[in-house]
C-alpha cells in the first residue's frame, strides 16, 4: 500500500511540473519569440533540458551514481528548482498585469466615414495586389444602393448598354470577356473592368452577389430616389458599403473577398509580444534576484544568534552556561568543505561551554564525504562536542557517520545520556531510525535518570516534544525544519511540525528550534536566514 501511495505522489508532482513548465514555456518563450527563430529554439531546448537536470539531482545520489556526476548535475538541476519556485510565484502575480497591459494597447475599431470626410489612401501596390489601379478621379454617374461610384467593366455575360446601377456606379466601358456595352452599369457583384486577357488596366470594385442589378430608366436609382451626383474622388461616398475603398474593393462575381492584411494586424502582434517581453523580463529578473541572494546568505556561511533559555531546575553555578546549537549542514555535491570550515571557524568564536550537532550533518556516505567533514576535528568546547542522527544520515548509512565522527573527536549520543556537572545531557536517534530499528527510545536515554536535576534533550526533528514532556525533559533543541529555507515553504513545514523555528513551551519543557546551518537541495535561502544558534542557559536562582 506504502508503494502505491508513493507512486500515485511521484506520479501528480510529475505532471504538475509538466504542467507548469509548459505555461512558463508558452508565456517566456513563444509569447516572446518569432516562430522559428533561435531563441525560440534556444527557449525549448531549456525547457527540456532544466527539468531533466532537477530530476537527476534529486536521484543521482539515491540511485548510487558516481560522486562526480552527483555534482555535475546537482548545481544547475538544484538551483533551476530554486528559480523554477519563484519564477512561477512572479508569473502568477503578473499576469493580471499581462492582461491589462494588453487590454489597454488593444487597438480600437475605426470609427465609420462621416459623409464629406476623405477616405484613407490606399497605397498603389495594395491595390494592385487586390487587382485594381491606384485611385483616381471618379467618373460622374447616378448614385446606386451602395453610393460607391467606380470603374466598372462588362459582366460576364455582357451588360445591357446605358444601364443604371444596381449597387454602384455607372463606368466607362471596358472591353470584357464576352464583349463590352458603353456607359454600361455594373450589377450587383460585377467584377472587374479588366478580365484575364482584356489587355486593360485591371480595376475592381466592390459587390454584393452574383449577375446584374434589375435595369432602371437611366438616371433613376433602385428605390426611387432622385438622382444624385456622383461623389468627388476620395470622399465617403466612393467608399462601397463595406467600408473598402473603391481602387481597392473587393474583387470577383462570387461576392467581395478581402486581399490584403487588416491594417494594424502586424501592430497589434507585435504590441503583444512586446507586452509578454515586458511582463516576462520583469518576472526573470525578480526570480533570478531572489535566487542569487538566497545562495550568497547560503555561500557566505551562517549567523550567530543567541538565545537565553531560563531553566527551573538548573543550579546557580549553571547560570550563563553556553550550547552552540548546529543543525542541518547538510554536506553534499554543493556545500562542501570550505562551507564546514566557515562553520567550524563561526562556532570556536562564540567560545561554547557545549557544542551540539543535532543531525542531518551529511547527504551522502563516507567514502564521498569524508574529506568534506575533516574540519570538524576543530571544534573547541569546555564540555566537549556531541551528535545525533537525522533523517538524512539513514539515507546514506547512518552507522558508518556514528563511527566516523567519534573518529572526528565527536560523541556520539544514541538513545544514550551523559551526567555533566550541573545537569544531564541526553540524544535521541531520529525517527527515521524506525526502518532501521533504530528509533527514538526515550525510556533507555532518560527512563532512569534523577528527574531533580535539569536534562536537556538533543532530538533531530521537533515533533518528539510530546515524548519530552512525558520524560520531564526541560529544554529539547532541534533542528530538522531549515524555518522552511525556502518562503513560503514555512507555511508547509507548519503543518508538519509543532516548532518551525525559534522558542516555545509545550507544558514544563521547553523547545528550542534551529533554522540550521545548511541548506537541502538548492542552496538557497529565503526568508528564513541560516543560523548557529548559541543557547544561554539561565537559572533562576541567580
Known sequence: MTVVIFAVVALAVLGLLVLVHRWLWIRLVRDTTRPGGA????????????????????????????????????????????????????????????????????????KPALPGAPAPAVPAAAAAASGGAAPGPAPQSPAGLGGAAVPAGAGLGGAPPAASAGSGATAPAVPGLGGGAPAGSAG???????????????????????????????????????????????????????GATGAAGAAGAAGAVPVTEPTGAGDGLSRRRFVARVVGGAAVAAAAGTVGYGTYGVMRGPRVKRVTVPLAKLPRAA??????????????????????????????????DLIAIVGDLVDGNVHDLGPAAEPLRGLRARHGSYFVTGNHEYFSGAQQWIDHVRELGLTP???????????????????????????????????????????????????????????????????????????????????????????????????????????????VRVGAPSDITVVELASYQA
Do not use: C, K
Request: charged share 15%; proline share 8%.
Open 413 to 523: 549520543l544514541e538513545n544514550a545520556r551523559r551526567p555533566l556537572p550541573l545537569f544531564d545531557l541526553a540524544g535521541v536517534n531520529d525517527v527515521q531510525g524506525e526502518s532501521e530499528g533504530h528509533g527514538p527510545d526515550f525510556e533507555a536515554a532518560l527512563g532512569d535518570r534523577d528527574r531533580s536535576r535539569a536534562a536537556v534533550l538533543l532530538a533531530h526533528q521537533p515533533i518528539v516534544i510530546h515524548d519530552a514532556v512525558r520524560h520531564g525533559v526541560d529544554l529539547q533543541l532541534s533542528g530538522h525544519t531549515h524555518g522552511g529555507q525556502l518562503w513560503p515553504g514555512n507555511y508547509l513545514a507548519e503543518l508538519a511540525n509543532p516548532t518551525v523555528a525559534g522558542l516555545e513551551r509545550y507544558g514544563d519543557t521547553q523547545l528550542y528550534v534551529s533554522r540550521g546551518a545548511g541548506a537541502w537541495g538548492p542552496p
Open 319 to 352: 547560570h550563563g552556561f553556553r550550547i552552540a546549537v548546529v543543525s542541518d549542514v547538510h554536506l553534499g555535491p554543493i556545500l562542501g568543505r570550505a562551507h564546514t570550515a566557515r562553520i567550524v571557524d563561526t562556532v570556536n568564536r562564540t567560545q561554547p
Open 39 to 110: 531563441w525560440r529554439r534556444a527557449g525549448t531546448a531549456l525547457a527540456f533540458a532544466l527539468p531533466a537536470l532537477a530530476v537527476a539531482a534529486l536521484t543521482a545520489g539515491r540511485a548510487g551514481a558516481p560522486f562526480w556526476l552527483q555534482r555535475g548535475v546537482s548545481w544547475p538541476g538544484f538551483m533551476w528548482l530554486a528559480v523554477l519556485l519563484y519564477l512561477s510565484l512572479a508569473m502568477l502575480v503578473a499576469e493580471p498585469a499581462r492582461a491589462l497591459l494588453l487590454r489597454r494597447s488593444h487597438r480600437q475599431p475605426p
Open 188 to 242: 450587383l457583384g460585377a467584377r472587374s473592368d479588366a478580365v484575364a486577357g482584356a489587355g486593360a488596366e485591371p480595376q475592381v470594385r466592390e459587390g454584393a452577389g452574383r449577375g446584374t442589378a434589375p435595369r432602371a430608366p437611366t438616371g433613376t436609382p433602385v428605390g426611387g430616389d432622385a438622382e444624385a451626383p456622383a461623389p468627388a474622388p476620395g470622399s465617403a461616398g466612393a467608399t462601397g458599403a463595406t
